[in-house]
């Protein structure tokens, strides 16, 4: 069973990825900031991690940053969730070490989609 | 690959079969020359659709051969190649070879490779002539033809520390393998040797091309998280290239065959492993930096049996049964209204039981009646939903025809009225057989052939007509044809033949003619492939009995025959009549009954001694003794003491014998077969209201029995 973290500030989103992933099979966790989300990464394995950038405590920025140090998540995909008018967000996420990123508001299907292409 | 989609496969087979009927209907009606371009380009998507989805399901078998037929459609719908009658039969026969695969793939059994290689050559054949109908230069069937190609030639290679962000090339080329028909070529050059190599970093390059209906954008699209990571040039494939013996039939198994290097990636096409290994352990383990690999990877590609095995178990029924129905919004809006004034209803009723004194009982009543009201109004509606128009039977006739009046050397002209008519829809998908038969009937042995036909007067093109309407609660369904017409006397002598009558039994016309849904009857003089083989009609009558329906034939000789099935709108319900047989209550669907009346000693017969008749105003009936047939000790020693139903099936009439009639009500059959076992004479049984066991009678077996070939005897041979 495929395991995701969503990482994100705002409760109704994590619950829509939730829900999203869910329903198509993929079990997932989830965590309002990026202390949490690290905390809980490196207690349990996880295939995909999604994430905000704009978080309070620790920004998704950082996040990337320190999962990528963790040995098990140098090579794992990890999305970043970023509005569709911010290049500088894609480049400052690529930079930091994230696979890609995904539109909000996404559209669940494309979601679906997007992680099939990167598992 | 862990994700579960069973869930949607069902839904995307589903309209596989919609985008086939879409594809078959429109090449059907496609007119010869120049294509209608909105008429190909319909068929085009609905191929379209099919290749994409199955694709994204990873049914690759399904999407490849989808995919030729999409080529040569596009073609035609481009301008780039005329219709022919040659394309169009090709295309039905792949539409064909389509449906099957997708039936089995639905199954989970193994598809007919060979039906399919076949189908696909010639359908590159075809390709490969020009829109004139030249034969192709090239002697080995399976040459590739000089043909323009669409599609673009990727240079695709990563930074070395690609990987560090968690991408993978090999995922990345598996998606661009989704796109089209993917050659891929692996650069090694820059693989250093192993003591020197580091397996987190990427030092593998790609020249890829990728053939078919892809735009530069999607490309762009899909590389759009490693474009700053990576040499990425895209250019379009340049016109007539000489193409390299390889061929493009992406579905064939990969093999060592190819001339130039295969495609380097990661050795287990099915077990992707972690990012972590990577590309740049499997040009460690491919070793040496030599150029072959144990198998050209297709990374999309998925060997058939294995695929099938990797799908979960859901066992779905075989051909075109299935477990889901689609539904008109507006019934289920209807539905919805209903329970709630039943939910109404209810609550009024409950009020009653609160406190309840006589003085209420006029209302009490009220209630119940209403109650009576909601549950059958709620009940016309849920058995509404099951209802499918026939469309859905009739569809398949038009193709079925053509085919059919090609290989007889006949001229049909199909016309069907009231496709849609509804009825329910396991009614429907059982229906779809017999009428089958009955269809190939009239076509083989009703109509006749152009010369014949312009002998007697007849325009040259026979007409073949599928009706179908409501009346009573009932279906009727008609095939009429304006052929010869049955030949009563090769019935009538057959029959005789085979014993089924007596010389001396006097038929009327149309009882002969229904001679032949008797068993073993067929007068065609040599077996035809298409019917004739004398087990068809009476097993249409079985099945169409099965499903408490009626089936008969009408003729006049020369004109032409009507073949009749009426069916129930619904198998679980019915109208009954109750009756009393001594202790005991039966019911009798009251579909079937034409009359009930007292028994007048005076109109009793009794025929050679066994069969007892009534005479019911001009006819003679046969008289079913039910108490007799049950053994039951009936309340009525003598007939003259008890009533008499008249029931008809199949235009043939016989009166049941019982003590009383009771009241009339609906009633919910029950199997017999799944709590008991099957009872003859029954075709069902209910619970009554008071929680008693009823059985059905089954009229039209009852019917069959008794008359099994026996005429209704002439009343001149009866004893005064």
Redesign the interface.
Known sequence: ??RILAVDDSESMRKMVTFTLER???ETEEAADGVEALDKAQKENFDLVITDINMPEMDGITLIRRL?SLPDY?????LTLTTEGSPEKK?EG?EA?????IVKPFDPDVLIQTI???? | MSMDLSEFYEVFFEECYEGLEVMEQGLLNLDVGDADVEAVNTIFRAAHSIKGGSATFDFNHIASFTHVMETLLDQMRSGERRVTVAAVDLLLESVDCLREMIDATRAEEPIDQARVDDLQQRLQAMLAQGDDGEAPDAPAPAAEPALERHGFRIRFVPNEDLLQSGNDPYRLLRELGRLGDMKVRCDLSRVPPLDKLDPTRSYLGWDIELEGDVEEEEIHELFAWVEGDCELVITPLSEAEGAPVAHTAPDTTPDTAQPEAPAEAPPAAAAPSEAEAGTGQGAAEAGDGQARAAAAARPADKPRAPAAAKKPAKAKGKGGESSSIRVAIEKIDTLINLVGELVITQSMLGQFAEDFDMSQIEQLRDGLSQLSRNSRELQETAMQIRMLPISSAFNRFPRMIRDLSAKLGKKVELRITGENTELDKTVLEKITDPLVHLVRNSLDHGLETPEERRKVGKPETGVLELKAYHEGGNIVIEVVDDGAGLNTEKIKAKALEKGLIGPDDKLTEEEINNLIFQPGFSTADKVSDVSGRGVGMDVVRRNINDLGGQVYVTSERGKGSTLTIRLPLTLAIIDGQLVKVGSEVYVIPLLSIDESLQVNPDNINRYKGTLDLYKLREEYIPIINLPEMFDIEPNAKRLADGLLVVVQSERRRVGLFVDELLGQQQVVIKSLEKNFRKLQGFSGATILGDGTVSLIIDVPGLVRQHLQGASTPDPRTLAA
């Open positions: 069973m495929t198509a099979g993929f990528r140098r090579f794992r995909p990890i480049r690529r070490g994230a696979t890609g990123w099939r292409k990167v598992l």
